[in-house]
């Protein structure tokens, strides 16, 4: 079955980085979009980023955009998301996700997720 497990979450103070690494197994990885979603306390779980299965197209939040880049390594079967810049918005549980196509990106076009990790950013 689908297994996505995250890992690289932390605490980390305004400005900071962080990356994150998803390790996925259980499926064919490169036939698949894979991406991150996150979800803070008391807030609904939203899309951050994805990347199509060739690593060739990405789509990101806008409130990430400039400061966040998602990549994958189809060898390794593992998607990462390196996060710089970080503010205490971006606290949050994030979630790693396999999507339902090789290229499509939207925003329910995702089927699978993980336990997830908490990334804790303070000002």
């Known amino acids: 079955q689908v297994q996505l497990v995250e890992s690289g979450g932390g605490l980390v103070q305004a400005g900071g980085s962080l990356r994150l690494s998803c390790t996925a197994s259980?499926?064919?990885?490169?036939?698949?979009?894979m991406g991150w979603f996150r979800q803070a306390p008391g807030k609904e779980r939203e899309f951050v980023a994805a990347?199509?299965?060739?690593?060739?197209?990405?789509r990101y939040a806008d409130s990430v955009k400039g400061r966040f880049t998602i990549s994958r390594d189809n060898a390794q079967n593992t998607v990462a998301l390196q996060m710089d810049r970080l503010k205490p918005d971006d606290t949050a549980v994030y979630y790693c996700?396999?999507?339902?196509?090789?290229?499509?990106?939207?925003?329910?076009?995702?089927?699978?997720w993980g336990q997830g990790t908490q990334v804790s950013v303070s000002s």
């Open positions: 996700a396999r999507g339902v196509h090789p290229s499509a990106m939207g925003d329910t076009d995702f089927d699978s």
């Open positions: 990347i199509v299965w060739a690593g060739t197209n990405r």
């Open positions: 259980g499926f064919t990885f490169n036939g698949y979009v």
